[in-house]
């Protein structure tokens, strides 16, 4: 089995529930203007509410092309195109519905009474502000660069498609979608879309849940069709604020919530604004580091940004000395890359950043990931600057003293931050046991770099045997004991970490501590099962290694497993499977530079327990 972990942060585990598609909903051409007050009109609302469809032409009777999301909704040649008396007023929104959002069913005509919702969904912006968002004009100092409903043209090393779209921000890069070339709003001018939420589905995100899956959205509205990454508004089924964030009509977090509508009222001045958004929230990250006496002198590797943590949902980036590894796992990252890197620079003084974007999550975010002549084009691109890393290239860091060489294009980001504290906590065991005249013997199995091992290694323990599948991984953690003199303590072995269990309880061998550290084993709920079995496995297997009254350290970064609670649970079963009475001695999680939103139970991932096997 593959021992090397490697987890994308910030990219949650799915619902249990399957995700249910936008309902169909439509706004009668002839709905009456409200009279007074604040919204739609209660006839255009009780349709909206009931997913009425008032046109002739409903959903059941579309042609194929029609219902195709290849078709431009100004181009359509259905029977509603062919029988339509009047061409829509040029700055009519239109309702969108249904799970694919490309298709638009009907055109609203009363534009007043969407106008006078997003007036009521951001009441509180200055009234230049809103003149931004509720006209065709920018304001006198617009909140950032962008582009009024017109052709805009947007081409990097990624895509050079001419395409159009509400506010382009001149800042960010795109990278293709699957379905479409429009390029990213940046917010803050033009008609916003805005997001209506089901009946008694708003709670969880005024609660401060920050994603905003498709089977909560009732309907979009909006022309043309929202892209990836751009600002909306959301209100719930009664059109009272929610809040704004960014929205992907491919994705099953439909929207990312990034500020509530309290907070609008605090701070209206971000409203809308991505940029300045990032640039807010980057800076917030770097203070609350810096609260917890992160850098220091001593470690100087350590979690900037934590996705959700630090309401930044989709955007993981983790410091490894004078370098910034971004981890992109949300398709509204990607398109603003510019402005991501800005705000990191701006905040930390670092101008070294290196990017890395998770293609396989971000095609499920509908972007594709760049061809090879691309990707060599975007190193062109980018030559003499210091944001790309040569592959295999490596960087010092620092933790709790140890020098230690990390590859900004390894693992996850490079390096595993969120297990510091428990290395600083298995140090203290070894320090106390070598103090007390028995260093121990410890087995770091799954080892990567060799971060567990080397800790104790260098806390006095007798002899460290780390193990570990990869063979870049295995030489890393070799070149790292040299870099600490700890050749002679420390040796590590590559092989597969089930066959070198079985062959070591058969030749009798055990060790005071064993630390397993194995890679995700339970991407989704779904996999749970089958992972449990696994997990159960190994740790019966790890459980024979460990000597009467010894340690077993066993960790799963499975968000799956550590969200159900059935990683103790399997632990215990492990040891009555062996005949070992355990006692937990301690139960921790990331270390704190991964802060978590207490709303988003999704957030929290890890799980490292540390028992006594007698």
């Given at each position: 089995?593959l021992?090397s972990?490697?987890v994308a ?16 909903c ?8 409200p009279?007074g ?11 909206l ?9 409903s959903?059941?009777?579309?042609t ?5 999301a290849?078709v431009?909704?100004h181009?359509r040649?259905g ?20 799970s694919?959002?490309?298709g638009l069913?009907?055109?609203?005509a009363d534009?007043?009474a969407?106008?006078q ?6 009441s509180?912006l200055s009234?230049?502000?809103q003149?931004?968002i509720?006209?065709?004009?920018p ?22 498609a001419k395409?159009?779209s509400?506010?382009?921000s001149s800042?960010?890069?795109s990278?293709?979608?699957?379905t479409?070339?429009?390029t ?8 916003s879309p805005?997001?209506i939420l089901k009946?008694?589905?708003a709670r ?15 309907c979009?509205?909006?022309?043309p069709?929202?892209d ?6 959301v209100?719930?089924a009664?059109?009272r604020?929610?809040g704004w964030?960014?929205f992907?009509p491919?994705?099953m977090f439909?929207?990312?919530?990034f500020?509530?509508q ?5 701070n209206?001045g ?9 640039q807010l ?10 609260a917890m ?11 900037l ?14 410091v ?7 981890q992109v796992?949300?398709g509204?990252?990607?398109r603003?890359?510019k402005d991501?890197e ?7 003084g670092l101008?070294?950043i290196?990017?890395?974007?998770m293609?396989?999550i971000l ?7 760049p061809s090879?002549?691309?990707?060599e084009?975007g190193k062109?691109e980018?030559?003499?600057?210091a944001?790309?890393?040569d592959?295999?290239?490596l960087v ?8 230690l060489?990390?590859s900004?294009?390894g693992q996850?980001?490079?390096f ?8 600083a906590?298995?140090?203290g065991l070894?320090?106390?046991q070598a103090?007390?005249?028995s260093p121990p ?8 770099s ?12 007798a002899?460290?045997v780390?193990v570990?599948?990869s063979?870049p991984?295995v030489k890393l ?15 590590f072995v590559?092989g597969?970490?089930?066959e ?6 058969a030749?009798g ?12 084993l339970a991407?989704d709920r779904?996999?749970l099962?089958?992972?449990r079995?696994k997990y159960?496995?190994?740790n019966?297997l790890?459980?024979k290694l ?14 799956a ?7 103790l ?16 001695l301690?139960?921790a999680g990331a270390a ?11 957030g929290?991932y ?9």
């Open positions: 089995m021992c972990r490697s942060a910030g990219h949650a585990a799915a619902p249990a529930y399957k995700e249910q598609g936008h309902r169909r439509a706004v009668s051409l002839h709905s009456s203007r009279k007050g604040v919204g739609l009109s209660d006839s255009s609302i009780s349709k509410d009931a997913g009425e469809q008032t046109s002739s032409s959903a059941r009777g579309r194929k092309a029609t219902d195709s290849a431009s909704p181009d040649k029977p509603k195109a062919q029988t339509r008396k009047r061409n829509p007023p040029p700055n009519v929104d239109a309702i969108d519905s249904g694919g959002i490309d069913d009907e055109l609203l534009e007043h969407v106008r919702l997003r007036a009521s969904l951001l509180s009234a230049q502000h003149q931004a509720f006209s065709d004009q304001p006198a100092t617009p909140p950032n660069r962008a582009v009024n409903d017109s052709e805009a043209v947007s081409t990097d090393h990624h895509t050079s395409t159009t509400r506010n382009s800042s960010s890069t990278s293709t979608s699957k479409t070339g429009s990213v709003i940046a917010g803050g001018a033009s008609a805005l997001v009946k008694d589905k969880l995100f005024v609660s401060g849940n920050p994603m905003v899956y498709g089977g909560a959205v009732d979009v509205i909006a022309r069709p929202p990836i990454g751009e600002p909306v508004l209100a719930d009664s059109r604020p929610v964030g960014v992907n491919h994705s439909r929207v990312r919530l500020q509530l309290p907070e609008v009222d605090m209206p971000i409203a809308l604004n991505v940029p300045a958004l990032l929230r980057v800076r917030q990250a770097v203070e609350l580091r810096r006496g992160l850098p220091c002198a001593d470690t100087n590797v350590y979690r940004i934590n996705s959700e943590g630090d309401r930044l949902s989709g955007l993981v980036a983790d490894l000395g004078d370098t910034v590894v971004v796992v949300a509204w990252v990607q603003y890359r991501v800005s705000a990191i620079r701006s905040a930390t101008s070294r290196v990017w890395r974007p293609w396989k095609e499920e975010e509908g972007l594709q990931p090879k002549g691309e990707r084009a062109q980018v030559e003499g600057e944001d790309e890393a592959e295999g290239e010092e860091v620092r933790e709790a003293g140890l020098r060489l990390a900004p294009n996850k980001t490079g595993y931050a969120d297990q510091r504290d428990s290395r906590f298995l140090a070894v320090r106390a103090a007390a005249g013997a410890l087995l770091d199995l799954c080892c990567y060799g971060g567990f091992a080397l800790a104790a290694a260098a806390a006095g323990a002899r460290v780390g570990d599948s063979e991984a953690a070799t070149a790292n004991a040299q870099l600490n003199d700890l050749s002679a303590t420390a040796s590559r597969d970490v089930s070198f269990m079985k062959a070591a309880v030749q061998q055990q060790y005071d501590i064993v630390v397993l550290d194995p890679p995700k991407p779904n996999t099962t089958r992972a079995i159960l496995r190994l019966t790890a459980m460990v000597r009467p009254g010894g340690l077993l350290m066993t960790c799963s970064c499975s968000g497993m550590t969200q159900s609670g059935e990683f649970v399997m632990v215990v079963e492990a040891s009555q499977q062996v005949g070992r009475q355990a006692t937990l301690r139960e704190p530079d991964h802060v978590l939103n207490p709303a988003y139970a999704e929290e890890l799980t490292n327990l540390t028992m006594r096997l007698l």
